[in-house]
């Protein structure tokens, strides 16, 4: 079993198929959604955690393409500008999910973006926004 | 045998004197003793970069052909409004200062993504600030308008003059309430779901001379990048508060009013912060040598993380509502530690000043010193210490019921 979270681009002709749904059904891809963005006529974005074996990831990701539909891995969008981050360490009980933490030795703040989810409470939440969002 | 500054600086002058950094200090101490330590090492260096309030900048932009005099006009820079009731081109910029047209909390949080600090931190790069001002015009200033671009490198003077920085030590804060609040300590979730805390403990200055033994009016210190000089106490200095027997205070306790050149200092270390739900301010870095005069200020640069403690205070109703006591005490290697107990809960702490920023300054200042390009100064006037009696304290209130014409 392979476990993603990527980001999904809808174009505007296909926000209103039933996409996730499909993938559920018809290739047994778990799916846990933690953001939904859908604006009519112009394009719909989905932040999705999906589970599932290789193979049927394979054909899940064919059938999305289908459809024009990009997909993009999750941890290319939540960056920290490493010019702006003091490690200071506010946003480490901010982040509901432990993607910010600090090196005991350095006390230095590492970002370990595989765990981000994409709320983006770090964004506004970090002082000298070290921290930005990009879909 | 004790030594003095002046003997120190000739160390310096002769590339022989021994600096450490605070983090060192401790290090050396725990190898060697108070007693060798205080021998052989003649200054001890420490930091802080955290967000300070009551910082601030003036300016003096030159004047303007046909002259104006903005006093008693309007003044904005980069759209925030700036002080300029001293005379006719002197201006003053808080950074806390927000555009009038900031949306404020009115749509709760609100973001604060630019005021007076950001304005300081633009203006230390080089940036062109714009400038936009009114006056009433008078026969020797007969001008009633500027708008111009202006730069650091073109106004007379640029100074930072903070009124309260470097806290000695600070609250650790929580929220009780069963909802998130937004404070100038960050964001405290509902129901101690998260504690903050705002020093560099066994890095920070005042901590590490506690009873102002050497830190005092005059001092040379790191600011900003640049150098700088206390001017003064800070506002709402509070030395007289309860100590450990190391004394280190168990609360937030003196602060310090610091000037220096703005032209020499670098936007690295005065950052434009937003508080997410409360405001904007200013992150500075400070630096501050202490020299080891004798074993007891030896063994006060000593003092660790463990040894210094502060109060945990509930932000959502005690705070605000001025209610005197505290809900516990921790010390600064339990905050560091990543998670405290309050009653019998868990719960994980979050630091808003940067411990590596804390530890780069003490280290350049270090070098700066071991270079001999830093030299140290005997304090001018001593701050007002434990035993003066001095304290913060509340407004009188005398509130205003009747309104008189006239005043």
């Known amino acids: ?135 | 045998m004790a030594k003095t500054i002046s003997e120190i600086n000739e160390k310096i002058k002769s590339g022989k004197a021994v600096v450490l950094t605070a983090e060192e200090m401790i290090e050396l101490v725990d190898k060697e003793g108070i007693k060798k330590a205080a021998k052989s090492v003649d200054v001890v260096t420490t930091g802080t970069f955290g967000p300070m309030c009551s910082s601030g900048m003036y300016i003096n932009i030159g004047h303007s052909k046909p002259r104006i005099k903005l006093g008693a006009g309007e003044c904005y820079l980069n759209d925030v409004p700036a002080y300029a009731g001293y005379a006719a081109v002197d201006i003053f910029l808080g950074a806390a200062a927000l555009p009038n047209d900031d949306s404020r909390n009115k749509l709760f949080p609100g973001k604060f993504d630019y005021g007076g600090g950001h304005l300081i931190e633009e203006f230390v790069a080089g940036k062109d600030i714009k400038l936009v001002a009114k006056a009433y015009g008078t026969d020797c200033y007969p001008r009633k308008e500027l708008k111009n671009y202006i730069n650091i490198k073109d106004v007379n003077e640029a100074v930072l003059f903070n009124v309260r920085n470097c806290y000695q030590n600070y609250n650790c804060a929580v929220n009780l309430s069963s909802k998130t609040i937004y404070t100038y300590m960050g964001i405290l979730k509902p129901n101690t779901g998260n504690a903050t805390y705002c020093s560099a403990g066994q890095l920070s200055p005042l901590l590490k001379d506690p009873y102002y033994r050497t830190i005092g009016l005059g001092t040379r210190i790191f600011l900003g990048g640049g150098i700088g000089y206390i001017a003064w106490q800070g506002t709402q200095h509070s030395p007289a508060v309860a100590r450990n027997e190391n004394g280190t205070p168990k609360s937030p306790a003196g602060t310090l009013a610091v000037i220096g050149d703005l032209k020499q200092m670098m936007p690295q270390w005065l950052r434009g912060t937003s508080m997410l739900g409360y405001g904007v301010t200013l992150t500075v870095g400070i630096g501050i040598p202490i020299p080891i005069l004798d074993e007891e200020i030896a063994g006060y640069t000593a003092v660790k993380d463990e040894g210094i403690f502060t109060q945990i205070v509930d932000y959502s109703h005690n705070y605000p509502h001025v209610i005197p006591g505290n809900l516990g005490t921790v010390s600064y290697a339990q905050l560091k530690s990543g998670e405290i107990e309050l009653n019998g809960k868990k719960i994980p702490t979050a630091s808003l000043s940067s411990y590596p920023k804390a530890v780069e300054i003490a280290t350049t200042l270090k070098n700066w010193i071991e270079a001999g390009k830093f030299y140290l100064t005997e304090p001018v006037e001593k701050l007002p210490g434990a035993d003066s009696g001095m304290s913060a304290k509340l407004l009188k209130e005398r509130p205003i019921r009747q309104v008189r014409y006239g005043h």
């Open chain 1, 1 to 135: 079993m392979v476990s993603k979270k990527i980001v999904l681009r809808f174009p505007p002709q296909v926000v209103d198929k039933p996409v996730i749904y499909k993938l559920a059904k018809d290739f047994d891809l778990e799916f846990n959604i933690l953001k939904a963005i859908i604006i009519p006529d112009e394009e719909g974005l989905l932040v999705i955690e999906l589970t599932g074996t290789q193979e049927n990831f394979e054909r899940g990701f064919k059938y999305l393409e289908s459809f024009n539909i990009t997909i993009q891995p999750l941890n290319k969008d939540v960056v920290r500008d490493e010019t702006k981050c003091s490690h200071c360490g506010a946003c480490v009980t901010i982040c509901p999910v432990g993607a910010f933490s600090v090196d005991q030795k350095t006390r230095k703040i590492i970002f370990n973006d595989e765990k981000c989810i994409a709320c983006d409470l770090c964004i506004t939440s970090c002082p000298l926004r070290a921290m930005s969002i990009h879909f």
